[in-house]
Nanobody
Framework: QVQLVESGGGLVQPGGSLRLSCAAS????????LDWYRQAPGKQRELVAT???????NYADSVKGRFTISRDNAENTVSLQMNNLKPEDTAVYYC????????????????WGQGTQVTVSS
């Protein structure tokens, strides 16, 4: 199995910065995409940023120019640098991985982290 462990959430004032990190471990052959999602109270979970195995990145329009996703393939980690945070960025942030397992290489499997709270408030 695979575990995703997130860290780095917290309380920050508007305009501030936070860096989220996620480490994947377990029976991993390879990881296709690594993503960050978020879910605000009363809202659906939304995709924030994606980093593909080919090196491409994509961002939600609401975070473009403020958030940067990065990935370390050797360590199976993904990070999200969040700058100029706004109150509307307040949410639980989840790491997601699309994984090829060592024992079952014919398909990929979805794994999620436990979530980390980000609160932007003065």
């Amino acid at each position: 199995q695979v575990q995703l462990v997130e860290s780095g959430g917290g309380l920050v004032q508007p305009g501030g910065s936070l860096r989220l990190s996620c480490a994947a471990s377990g029976s991993i052959a390879s990881i296709n995409t690594l993503d960050w999602y978020r879910q605000a109270p009363g809202k659906q979970r939304e995709l924030v940023a994606t980093f593909t195995s080919g090196g491409s990145t994509n961002y939600a329009d609401s975070v473009k120019g403020r958030f940067t996703i990065s990935r370390d393939n050797a360590e199976n980690t993904v990070s999200l640098q969040m700058n100029n945070l706004k109150p509307e960025d307040t949410a639980v942030y989840y790491c997601h991985a699309d994984v090829v397992l060592l024992m079952f290489r014919k398909r990929t499997y979805d794994y999620w982290g436990q979530g980390t709270q980000v609160t932007v408030s003065s």
